[in-house]
């Protein structure tokens, strides 16, 4: 039972970086219908953002998440007004092809610019470790868990209590009556790409904490994993995509925990398909009808 | 019935043997050196790849992800067979194994799966191909992450009469009447059921050539380029498809083609410059993409019979 409890503690770490990833795909795919391959590497970005910022500018935890959750929003907003709102009217899989190669672009851009080799990502937290009835919590665990807190009940505020929110929810809904209604909608996929990629910022500092290592590469599989998970939860509904993020988390540290580990990217993807084939449109999604 | 041999299919006899002839003829005179030589193989594994891809996203309009997976079970039933039994033998065993365990793979992943659409069904197939990996990965046969080294039993011959055959399947597929219900698939899939035709059985049809031309990829491959490991049929892999798909045009088996051969040719011209390749093949998807979204030729294809017919119009035009 203590490796299950032990394991639920680091599942929940883990799934606190997918949910913050797998919120900026839940939210780009709610309003324009992209799955943005590239947010795995914003969020691969985010960790190098983090590494620069504690390296050269010395900076503790917090002035480092938000330097990177700042930059990755300007990166954000950029790629999109580069290289998606052209696509706005085009068909779906050219849209996903243009994200491709952003992902491509990033990736190559970020090995050509930092080396393709791993780099340590420097402490900033003390590695104190809490011993409570015998499940070993470090303190690192705690911080990715709070600031995720903090940053889901921000966000939920932003989107259920602001304008800008209420004009995201419009958007998500139907973008040509929300437009009629006034809403600037380019600028508020704009700032739904902006808040996705910040969280995305946060999740790389956070990982690169949590593992203490950072590559050119390491976006792709948490990339992949967080779409699941937002897949999981219903694509387009912000607390899914919570939900959807701490159960693949916990899943697969339970997994490896029982000594699956080389198996543990399997059980995610067999998830998937079960979930795809029983409720298509997510554990928290509405069936919608097919209208002719 | 019209005559197998009527004057386009002539034509296109006289264009492959010609073509065949020529390339061999370059390569034995040593004119084409062994550098470009592994470029043209590799050019001819995409064709096969894309052109079944194309199949099942452009014809039948079923986006797919998991083709590496695909892929990956040809490469390995004609490597180990090829470890096994050894020769060509071997290889043609290995094929035929692969072509049915992808039957059977095909069959399991799209009966559930077809009923989902667009990203949904992107994302459960591409949860398919990399369960295949996962597996083959864990396997003791196919020697885990490590992977194969095996002969070269494959010669240009081979891959040539193969490229050729994967084209004449999935061409006269898409003028059948299975071809043309899978295109009607494509446009409208309520007005397609509608109209009487059985979507789930030719989503399925599509779906399981579609990965049997794979495993014929992927046995090629093994076959040809020595070394074989779960490391190469990522996501990415399928990626890559997709890419040369989209950016001949999905729907056009010509510009599947094409843009294989003009990729193909890209990536080797850039290999020189390492890093600064994949800049640059991101940033030409994304251009390509802002610029011509429907891809090279949309979903035109090249035909001699259609270019008899201009030339025939031109006459009359001018007498």
């Given at each position: 039972?203590?490796?299950?409890?032990?394991?639920?503690?680091?599942?929940?770490?883990?799934?606190?970086?997918?949910?913050?990833?797998?919120?900026?795909?839940?939210?780009?795919?709610?309003?324009?219908?992209?799955?943005?391959?590239?947010?795995?590497?914003?969020?691969?970005?985010?960790?190098?953002?983090?590494?620069?910022?504690?390296?050269?500018?010395?900076?503790?935890?917090?002035?480092?998440?938000?330097?990177?959750?700042?930059?990755?929003?300007?990166?954000?907003?950029?790629?999109?007004?580069?290289?998606?709102?052209?696509?706005?009217?085009?068909?779906?899989?050219?849209?996903?092809?243009?994200?491709?190669?952003?992902?491509?672009?990033?990736?190559?851009?970020?090995?050509?610019?930092?080396?393709?080799?791993?780099?340590?990502?420097?402490?900033?937290?003390?590695?104190?470790?809490?011993?409570?009835?015998?499940?070993?919590?470090?303190?690192?665990?705690?911080?990715?868990?709070?600031?995720?807190?903090?940053?889901?009940?921000?966000?939920?505020?932003?989107?259920?209590?602001?304008?800008?929110?209420?004009?995201?929810?419009?958007?998500?809904?139907?973008?040509?009556?929300?437009?009629?209604?006034?809403?600037?909608?380019?600028?508020?996929?704009?700032?739904?790409?902006?808040?996705?990629?910040?969280?995305?910022?946060?999740?790389?500092?956070?990982?690169?904490?949590?593992?203490?290592?950072?590559?050119?590469?390491?976006?792709?599989?948490?990339?992949?994993?967080?779409?699941?998970?937002?897949?999981?939860?219903?694509?387009?509904?912000?607390?899914?995509?919570?939900?959807?993020?701490?159960?693949?988390?916990?899943?697969?540290?339970?997994?490896?925990?029982?000594?699956?580990?080389?198996?543990?990217?399997?059980?995610?993807?067999?998830?998937?398909?079960?979930?795809?084939?029983?409720?298509?449109?997510?554990?928290?999604?509405?069936?919608?009808?097919?209208?002719? | 019935?019209?005559?197998?041999?009527?004057?386009?299919?002539?034509?296109?006899?006289?264009?492959?043997?010609?073509?065949?002839?020529?390339?061999?003829?370059?390569?034995?005179?040593?004119?084409?050196?062994a550098v470009?030589q592994t470029?043209?193989q590799t050019?001819?594994v995409?064709?096969?790849?894309?052109?079944?891809?194309?199949?099942?996203?452009?014809?039948?309009?079923?986006?797919?992800?998991?083709?590496a997976?695909?892929m990956c079970v040809g490469a390995y039933s004609a490597g180990v067979m090829l470890k096994q039994i050894g020769g060509l033998n071997g290889f043609f065993i290995g094929i035929?194994i692969g072509?049915?365990?992808?039957?059977?793979?095909?069959?399991?992943?799209?009966?559930?799966?077809?009923?989902?659409?667009?990203?949904?069904?992107?994302?459960?197939?591409?949860?398919?191909?990399?369960?295949i990996r996962?597996i083959v990965l864990n396997m003791d046969i196919t020697n885990g992450a490590a992977g194969l080294v095996l002969p070269r039993v494959v010669d240009?011959?081979i891959l040539?009469?193969?490229?050729?055959?994967?084209?004449?399947?999935?061409?006269?597929?898409?003028?059948?009447?299975?071809?043309?219900?899978?295109?009607?698939?494509?446009?409208?899939?309520?007005?397609?059921?509608?109209?009487?035709?059985?979507?789930?059985?030719?989503?399925?049809?599509?779906?399981?050539?579609?990965?049997?031309?794979?495993s014929w990829a992927g046995a090629l491959y093994a076959g040809n380029f020595y070394v074989i490991n779960p490391g190469m049929f990522t996501?990415?892999k399928?990626?890559?498809?997709?890419?040369?798909?989209?950016?001949?045009?999905?729907?056009?088996?010509?510009?599947?083609?094409?843009?294989?051969?003009?990729?193909?040719?890209?990536?080797?011209?850039?290999?020189?410059?390492?890093?600064?390749?994949?800049?640059?093949?991101?940033?030409?998807?994304?251009?390509?993409?802002?610029?011509?979204?429907?891809?090279?030729?949309?979903?035109?294809?090249?035909?001699?019979?259609?270019?008899?017919?201009?030339?025939?119009?031109?006459?009359?035009?001018?007498?």
């Amino acid at each position: 039972m203590t490796v299950f409890f032990q394991q639920l503690i680091n599942g929940l770490s883990l799934g606190s970086i997918y949910a913050l990833i797998a919120l900026g795909y839940t939210m780009v795919y709610g309003i324009i219908k992209l799955i943005n391959f590239a947010h795995g590497d914003i969020y691969m970005l985010g960790a190098y953002f983090g590494f620069l910022a504690i390296t050269y500018l010395h900076v503790g935890f917090f002035p480092a998440i938000l330097i990177s959750m700042a930059l990755c929003a300007i990166l954000g907003v950029v790629i999109e007004r580069i290289a998606y709102k052209p696509l706005r009217n085009a068909t779906r899989i050219a849209a996903l092809i243009t994200a491709i190669g952003v992902s491509y672009f990033l990736e190559a851009g970020t090995q050509q610019v930092m080396g393709t080799s791993v780099r340590a990502f420097p402490q900033v937290l003390n590695n104190q470790v809490f011993n409570i009835a015998g499940l070993r919590i470090t303190e690192q665990q705690i911080y990715i868990f709070v600031t995720t807190i903090v940053l889901m009940l921000i966000l939920q505020f932003i989107v259920k209590k602001t304008k800008i929110g209420r004009a995201m929810r419009a958007v998500s809904t139907d973008s040509d009556a929300a437009r009629l209604m006034g809403i600037n909608v380019d600028a508020t996929i704009s700032i739904t790409f902006a808040i996705g990629s910040a969280l995305a910022g946060a999740a790389g500092v956070l990982v690169g904490i949590y593992y203490s290592s950072i590559n050119p590469l390491m976006g792709m599989l948490p990339g992949i994993k967080a779409f699941i998970a937002a897949v999981f939860g219903g694509i387009g509904i912000i607390p899914g995509a919570m939900f959807g993020g701490f159960f693949i988390g916990i899943c697969e540290a339970i997994v490896s925990g029982y000594g699956g580990s080389l198996f543990k990217d399997a059980v995610v993807y067999i998830i998937l398909i079960v979930i795809l084939v029983i409720k298509p449109a997510g554990l928290l999604g509405k069936n919608v009808k097919e209208k002719v | 019935m019209k005559k197998m041999l009527n004057k386009a299919n002539l034509y296109w006899l006289l264009f492959c043997v010609g073509g065949y002839a020529l390339l061999m003829g370059l390569m034995s005179a040593g004119i084409i050196d062994a550098v470009n030589q592994t470029v043209i193989q590799t050019i001819i594994v995409n064709i096969i790849l894309a052109i079944s891809l194309n199949l099942i996203i452009g014809i039948t309009g079923q986006f797919s992800l998991g083709h590496a997976g695909f892929m990956c079970v040809g490469a390995y039933s004609a490597g180990v067979m090829l470890k096994q039994i050894g020769g060509l033998n071997g290889f043609f065993i290995g094929i035929l194994i692969g072509m049915v365990i992808n039957a059977v793979l095909a069959l399991i992943v799209a009966i559930p799966t077809l009923r989902l659409k667009g990203d949904y069904l992107a994302i459960a197939t591409l949860g398919f191909g990399e369960i295949i990996r996962i597996i083959v990965l864990n396997m003791d046969i196919t020697n885990g992450a490590a992977g194969l080294v095996l002969p070269r039993v494959v010669d240009f011959t081979i891959l040539f009469v193969f490229m050729v055959v994967a084209l004449l399947i999935v061409v006269n597929f898409t003028r059948s009447a299975a071809g043309r219900a899978c295109i009607s698939i494509r446009e409208d899939e309520i007005a397609s059921e509608a109209m009487g035709i059985n979507t789930t059985k030719y989503k399925v049809i599509a779906f399981v050539i579609g990965a049997l031309i794979a495993s014929w990829a992927g046995a090629l491959y093994a076959g040809n380029f020595y070394v074989i490991n779960p490391g190469m049929f990522t996501y990415s892999k399928s990626i890559d498809i997709l890419v040369i798909v989209v950016f001949g045009g999905m729907g056009s088996m010509t510009g599947s083609v094409i843009s294989a051969v003009v990729l193909g040719f890209i990536n080797s011209f850039l290999q020189s410059f390492s890093n600064m390749r994949m800049i640059i093949y991101g940033l030409a998807l994304v251009m390509i993409m802002v610029f011509r979204p429907s891809g090279l030729l949309g979903t035109r294809e090249f035909k001699f019979s259609s270019l008899f017919k201009r030339f025939t119009k031109k006459k009359e035009a001018s007498q």
